[in-house]
């Protein structure tokens, strides 16, 4: 294996996200290539990952400023490999369903390409300096995203998303601090290692709990924010309905996927260490989310903004599943955070194709698209069907593993809540879908096509990655249970580890 | 006569007889703008290549019978006012070219010589004389386009200046009846052994006095009008260097001299920083013109590199060096954390005010619209692509937004609040700092989410070559940040008991 192949899945498509921006309309080529570059490393790192390995994995650490004890380092396990592996898979096939943008193609490639690079590094970055680098640095390009190529409200839903989602960075990168001052290396340095610092937390008598719940908090506040969970969701519909089709899927399959990440790597080793009264308080964060988000669907006119909220709703089962904190239910909310970022991208990906084919995204002046775009209608059945849970694709799998992990911990009526509505979410997925696809078309749609075959083609992929997941779910969920087991055990650091 | 042992001063030297000379040199010569403009950018690196041969100064080398010191902080803040005024000079050298440049680039030298003084001095006369040397030298720049908007600019200028100099020779003159020594070390011994309410008084003045030069709220009226109206590029040495000259000099006479009183000033700094930061934020979001946008951001700036005050005054002696078992204490890193943030904000304030200039240069000076008016920004991404992009990254970098100079400044300083418990304050900072992206962005909206508002801009070459050199430094630092940090810490390590 190539060294310091982390940094290397990050440097290239920065180097393509800076030629694209200046090769105008061949970007989209630039774009491909630094996009694929990283695909086949993290297929060659898949290859090469142990699986049953609870260690960090190809870890790279650099002293960058020892005077603070800031270094960098980037390394992988089964929590971060899984979204780092799905970075690489969205960016591409986000980049060909993009392949028709003709408005300043060469921003445009630039900053899908500056986004992957910034996720991928908040996934492998151990850190957490160089974590909050990475986890700013993304709204950068979202921001332009919006603000470009977004709908007749860009610049509000632009400025909006990135205020809301900077002030819960800010809280967060306070507890950064807090948890820096308070733990002294045993040779008076301090550091800001991710590892170290979050095993520190066990100790009781550097972090006594009554100050451990106040940087828990503060970081809690900055995940969920991300994720996002109720109430703190109110962002997400905005940036989604302005946003362009690509900075949707961007939003909603990776961008989403940090806040879960960050639960998985920082809040679930201090949870164990804080006041109990938390994992009730995010319990009923996790089941409001899953519960009001499928109603706020429900209630949506826009196929768009529908498809928003059930982001919302499905990343309420990954905070569910983390915080009922039994093997399988951590497992499935990994799973879930993986199987949700495909799944949107076919969601979003329908929403768009149908906003540039037929002019509007309003469910009720949709209607019989299915008989004017039949290949296209086959696909949106497809992600929707795998949005409800259908047996067989990938959804399925991680929210059946939650609820079935989240029985043993949590209380029975809350997993009954959580049951009852699944039909709720069947309802409006179903009710969209017959509403804009089916039944009679309308005349005025009558000339209405199947779209370009790129927008197809990326959109069968996801299919059928949907599908493969979903029969063999053990390609991902093998990684997952070593790391499931790691999350509940105490934090190792690198060094005893042995990696460093 | 062996003048060697004046070697750490040949900058000052240099840059004052290079100010005479280019007087002289106008006098003599017709066309001289083009050699004044390349012989003071000359001289400038010139005195920074000297100043940078010894940025470590390990122990304070004491001149003119123990009133100038070079320390690692003279040496820091001397570079900072250096590289300002180089990226000024070298804008200037496009903007002006004509009658009167020799006049212009003299008094930005002697500005500078007065600001180096300042951060040089350790006894109360070298300092005002350093201090009064810049002010007056910046009051004739800042009239120095002779519009009328300059001459009012010029004027508020020179009255609250004058006022803020005479509030600050009033507690100069309470501390030398206190002390009966204008030395800063004589007087901190003086006010820790009889500490009366004359000393308190004294204090009062000499805060009210720095806090118009360094223009916290409220004694900052001045300073958006005075901003907004000057020659763009006197505006960037003024927020940029000539403010900084307020914070060299207050730290040295409230952290140094004044510190019996610290519980006095702490109490102080903490209204004056929260004031100044959240006033200053909220003033800025409802501002057109954008030289008064960043007039405001300036002041909102001012506000947080305060807290290194407040940290100090909380922390400093609060445990023995010992307790903190080999790191920093929270008083340098306070400190430190001030002065990452001063040498960050000037140089991005000085290239956001170099990029409004180019934008100004532009617009018709005939007609009765602003020139810095937020809609001539209006799609400057298509028409100034380079000026665009650089103040893209200036305004992320005021906000905070990581990996530039501006993040490092505020992560050093808002996690020193943290670590010396101020955690109201550093709440404060980083909700203010928040705010703060609501006019950064509506600046960066306007440049690159709008459609262009008239023609294309032809970028200037002067203009051109200081912004992009500002922009390498604020990437540089916000990427490289390990050296700068050492250097800041160590000319912190000055103002604390060794």
């Given amino acids: ?500 | 006569m062996d003048f060697s042992h004046y070697a750490p001063l040949y900058a000052e030297a240099l840059l004052t007889f290079l100010a005479v000379l280019i007087v002289l040199l106008g006098s003599i010569m017709k066309n001289s703008a083009k050699l004044v403009g390349i012989l003071s950018a000359a001289g400038i690196v010139a005195a920074l290549a000297m100043v940078s041969s010894n940025l470590m100064v390990s122990k304070p080398l004491l001149f003119f019978f123990d009133t100038i010191s070079v320390d690692g902080l003279s040496q820091f803040f001397k570079a900072v006012f250096l590289v300002v005024s180089l990226l000024v000079v070298i804008a200037s050298i496009s903007r002006y070219s004509g009658k009167g440049a020799d006049e212009y680039f003299a008094l930005l030298l002697f500005a500078t010589v007065g600001m180096m003084v300042v951060s040089s001095s350790v006894d109360l006369v070298t300092l005002f004389v350093g201090f009064e040397l810049a002010s007056l030298s910046t009051y004739a720049l800042a009239a120095f386009d002779k519009s009328k908007k300059n001459l009012e600019a010029a004027m508020k200028y020179f009255i609250f200046g004058s006022v803020a100099s005479s509030f600050m020779l009033f507690g100069f003159s309470l501390l030398y009846g206190m002390a009966g020594s204008t030395r800063l070390a004589d007087i901190a011994a003086a006010s820790l052994a009889n500490f009366g309410p004359a000393t308190l008084v004294a204090l009062i003045f000499v805060i009210v006095g720095f806090a118009f030069k360094m223009a916290l709220v409220p004694f900052h009226m001045w300073a958006p009008d005075t901003y907004e109206g000057a020659p763009p590029l006197v505006s960037a040495l003024l927020a940029a260097g000539s403010k900084k000259m307020g914070f060299a000099a207050a730290f040295r006479v409230i952290m140094v001299a004044l510190i019996a009183l610290r519980l006095e000033w702490y109490l102080a700094f903490a209204i004056l920083a929260a004031l100044t930061m959240t006033l200053g934020n909220l003033a800025a979001c409802w501002q057109n013109n954008v030289r008064r946008i960043l007039a405001y951001s300036s002041i909102a700036q001012a506000g947080y590199i305060a807290i290194g005050f407040v940290v100090v005054g909380a922390a400093y002696g609060a445990a023995p060096i010992a307790a903190f078992n080999g790191f920093y204490p929270p008083a340098q890193l306070g400190i430190a954390g001030a002065l990452l943030l001063i040498l960050g904000h000037a140089l991005m304030k000085t290239g956001a005010f170099i990029g409004t200039a180019q934008v100004a240069s532009k617009v018709s000076s005939g007609s009765d619209s602003d020139p810095d008016d937020i809609s001539n920004y209006a799609g400057l991404a298509k028409r100034a692509p380079i000026t665009a992009f650089c103040m893209l990254i200036f305004m992320f970098a005021l906000a905070g937004i990581p990996p530039t100079a501006g993040y490092i400044g505020k992560f050093v300083l808002f996690s020193s609040a943290i670590y010396s418990g101020l955690v109201w304050l550093a709440m404060l900072a980083i909700l203010n700092s928040a705010l703060s992206l609501v006019y950064y962005l509506r600046i960066i909206s306007y440049m690159y989410l709008k459609d262009a508002a008239g023609p294309k801009i032809e970028e200037q070459k002067g203009y051109v070559v200081a912004l992009v050199l500002t922009l390498l430094a604020v990437v540089w630092i916000g990427v490289f940040p390990e050296a700068f940090i050492n250097w800041a810490l160590q000319a912190a390590a000055v103002l604390l008991p060794q």
């Fill in chain 1, 1 to 500: 294996m190539i060294s310091n192949v982390i940094s290397l899945m990050i440097a290239i498509p920065l180097i393509g996200a800076i030629i694209s921006f200046f090769a105008g309309s061949k970007a989209k080529f630039v774009a491909l290539i630094a996009s694929l570059i990283p695909l086949v490393l993290s297929l060659q790192m898949y290859l090469e990952f142990d699986k049953n390995s609870k260690i960090m994995q190809f870890v790279e650490s650099y002293n960058w400023v020892p005077t603070l004890g800031i270094k960098y380092t980037l390394g992988v396990d089964g929590i971060g490999f899984p979204l780092l592996f799905l970075s690489a898979i969205v960016s591409v096939l986000v980049i060909i369903y993009s392949w028709g943008e003709t408005k300043k193609p060469g921003q445009y490639f630039a900053l899908l390409l500056l986004n992957e690079v910034g996720v991928m590094g908040v996934f492998t970055a151990l850190d957490f300096f160089l974590f909050y680098i990475f986890w700013e640095v993304v709204l950068i390009p979202m921001f332009f995203l919006i603000g470009n190529w977004g709908g007749p409200r860009k610049d509000y839903a632009a400025i909006k998303f990135f205020i809301y989602t900077h002030v819960a960075s800010l809280v967060m990168l306070l507890a950064i601090f807090a948890l820096y001052f308070t733990y002294q290396m045993p040779d008076g340095t301090r550091t800001f290692d991710m590892l170290t610092l979050l095993a520190a937390t066990a100790d009781k008598t550097i972090f006594p709990t009554s100050l451990l719940n106040i940087i828990f908090a503060g970081l809690l506040l900055g995940f969920l924010v991300k994720m996002p969970a109720f109430p703190f969701h109110t962002w997400l519909p905005d940036a989604h309905v302005e946003a362009p089709t690509a900075g949707s899927v961007v939003l909603a399959a990776l961008l989403l996927k940090m806040g879960g990440y960050g639960l998985f790597r920082v809040i679930l080793p201090i949870l164990p260490h804080v006041d109990k009264a938390f994992v009730t308080v995010i319990a009923v964060i996790a089941v409001l989310s899953i519960v009001y988000g499928a109603f706020l669907a429900l209630a949506q006119k826009d196929i768009k903004k529908l498809v928003a909220y059930s982001s919302v709703s499905h990343m309420g089962f990954v905070t569910l599943g983390a915080v009922a904190f039994t093997w399988m239910s951590i497992q499935g909310a990994m799973f879930q955070q993986f199987s949700h970022g495909i799944i949107t991208c076919v969601l979003f990906m329908s929403a768009g194709t149908i906003q540039h084919v037929v002019g509007t995204r309003i469910i009720a002046d949709l209607g019989g698209l299915a008989d004017r775009m039949p290949k296209f209608a086959v696909l949106m059945m497809a992600g929707f069907m795998a949005s409800l849970g259908l047996p067989g694709m990938s959804g399925f799998v991680a929210e059946f593993m939650v609820l079935t992990g989240s029985f043993a911990t949590l209380p029975t009526y809350t997993i009954i809540v959580v049951f009852l509505s699944v039909a709720t979410t069947a309802a409006y997925h179903l009710w969209a879908m017959q509403k804009a696809m089916f039944g009679p078309i309308l005349r005025k749609y009558m000339d209405v096509h199947d779209p370009h075959s790129y927008e197809l083609f990326s959109m069968a992929m996801i299919i059928v990655l949907t599908l493969i997941f979903g029969i063999q779910p053990g390609l991902i969920t093998d990684m997952m249970g070593a790391a499931a087991t790691q999350v509940m055990e105490p934090v190792m650091t690198l060094s005893q580890m042995g990696v460093i």
